[in-house]
């Protein structure tokens, strides 16, 4: 049963700090998306991949967020330095992008909860 | 820009009545539709999806949505609503120059025993 994988599942930080979050997306799945969830934003998408180029990435704050594909296997959201607002949960999602004109569904990770103290 | 409305942020049913969430559209070009659900502590789950064809689509745990060009609509559907069914319901549209999808701001379906 393939699943996206995220880790942390759980992070506690405080203000100023580092935080990396990781996702391994389906094997095979070309396609690779970063949303945040607030309970006042809602779903928010942040980033967005195809063949590990970054395609879209207006949804990040850009001084403070980065988002890369390292390779196939693996994407990295990193936030440098956290701020509290920041406190979200991180959902990673992949699919198939538009493969032979279809347009296939998103399979999200289970998502990093983030508390920026 | 492609985007979806839901009108409701929670609906209330009660075990065995049917069920509907409601999700409106607004695209230019094909509407590509989908529904997700969200349980507890979870990702999102893809439930159905709409790109062409039969106006009523059937998903996933017995959901179904219809198709309504004329009223922009894509109402997700079950005929007997379950306890478990409790979640959260995201309608999305695909956005129209690339992958992404564009999420509507969710409704919370609670269902009573």
């Known amino acids: 049963d393939a699943r996206v994988t995220q880790t942390p599942r759980d992070k506690v930080t405080e203000m100023g700090q580092e935080v990396t979050m990781r996702c391994q997306p389906i094997?095979?799945?070309?396609?690779v998306f970063w949303y945040r969830q607030t309970m006042m934003q809602g779903l928010e998408l942040l980033a967005y991949?195809?063949?590990?180029?970054?395609?879209?990435d207006s949804g990040m704050p850009k001084d403070r967020f980065s988002a890369e594909m390292p390779d196939a296997t693996l994407a990295t959201l990193k936030i440098q330095p956290s701020e509290p607002r920041d406190s979200a949960v991180y959902f990673c999602?992949?699919?198939?992008?538009?493969?032979?004109?279809?347009?296939?569904?998103?399979?999200f990770g289970p998502g990093t909860r983030l508390t920026v103290l | 820009a492609q985007s979806v409305a839901q009108p409701e942020d929670q609906v209330n049913v009660a075990e065995g009545n049917p069920l509907t969430v409601k999700c409106t559209y607004s695209?230019?070009?094909?509407?590509?539709l989908f529904w997700y659900v969200q349980y507890p502590n979870r990702g999102l789950q893809f439930l159905l999806k709409?790109?062409?064809?039969?106006?009523l689509v059937k998903g996933s745990y017995g959901f179904e949505a219809e198709f309504n060009k004329s009223q922009t609509s894509f109402h997700l559907k079950k005929p007997s609503a379950l306890v478990s069914d409790s979640a959260l319901y995201f309608c999305?549209?695909?956005?129209?120059?690339?992958?992404?999808?564009?999420f509507g701001t969710g409704t919370r379906l609670l269902v009573s025993p």
């Open positions: 999602a992949s699919g198939l992008g538009e493969m032979g004109g279809s347009y296939n569904e998103q399979f």
């Open positions: 094997l095979g799945h070309n396609t």
């Open positions: 991949f195809r063949n590990r180029a970054p395609l879209d």
């Open positions: 695209v230019s070009g094909n509407p590509y």
């Open positions: 709409y790109i062409t064809g039969d106006n």
């Open positions: 999305a549209v695909r956005d129209k120059s690339f992958q992404k999808l564009v």
